[in-house]
Each structure stands twice: as structure tokens, then as C-alpha cells.
């Protein structure tokens, strides 16, 4: 019998208050988690002075109407073998144009052998 049951505008406005409280105790709680991340922040500074010995050299690329382009090798740096169970497969370490020596890959001997056969006369 004690118990009252809200209606109508009531339960809105009963609802619009417990929102209000919630929204205010998550401002409070964000503020205190601001405060706390702020003494740990520090600003940052970054000083770069031009200089010009920090140029990259760039290498000009043929592109194709689509911006793709084709890869082509240059040289062979090295040679390896690879073996399997019962194979073994022999490797080139290719020096591709327009590419650091750093970034030079490893491929199967043969078909580079016969679709850059020029790679291999000396």
C-alpha cells in the first residue's frame, strides 16, 4: 500500500533526474580521470633544423598509364642452395632497379636464368 506508482508525466520526469544525476557523477569522474592523466603529461617539442645533407637522392621510375611499373634486375649478388627432402633448389640473390641493395630478394635460379638470361653471362 505504501508504494506509489508514477504515471504519465511523472515517470518522465522521474527519469529526466536520474539521468541528470548519472550525467553529472560521469563528468565528475572524467574530470578526476583528467586530472590525474594531466600531472603525468608533458608537452612535446620537436626541433628540426634544415639541413641540406639530409636530402634523399630520388631515382626516376617509368610508370605505367595504370602507376604500375616493371620491375627489372639488375644484377645477381649471390648465389645459395636450398635443400628439401629430397631436393634441393638453387637461389639468386637479385638486385632489382630502383631498389637498395638492402632490399635485394632471393628467387629460384631457373626462372630467372631463363627470363634474364643476360644476368648470368659473366
Known amino acids: 500500500m505504501g508504494e506509489r506508482k508514477l504515471l504519465g508525466p511523472e515517470i518522465v520526469q522521474a527519469t529526466v533526474d536520474k539521468v541528470n544525476i548519472m550525467q553529472a557523477k560521469f563528468r565528475a569522474a572524467q574530470e578526476r580521470q583528467k586530472s590525474y592523466a594531466d600531472v603525468g603529461r608533458k608537452d612535446l617539442e620537436f626541433k628540426y633544423i634544415s639541413d641540406p645533407l639530409h636530402m634523399l637522392e630520388t631515382l626516376e621510375i617509368e610508370l605505367r598509364d595504370d602507376f604500375s ?37 632471393w628467387e629460384q635460379e631457373d626462372p630467372m636464368r631463363s627470363q634474364y638470361p643476360y644476368l648470368f653471362q659473366n
Open 69 to 105: 611499373y616493371e620491375e627489372q634486375p639488375m644484377q645477381i649478388l649471390g648465389r645459395e642452395e636450398k635443400r628439401l627432402h629430397n631436393k634441393t633448389i638453387a637461389l639468386v640473390k637479385v638486385l632489382w632497379r630502383n631498389h637498395l641493395v638492402q632490399e635485394a630478394t
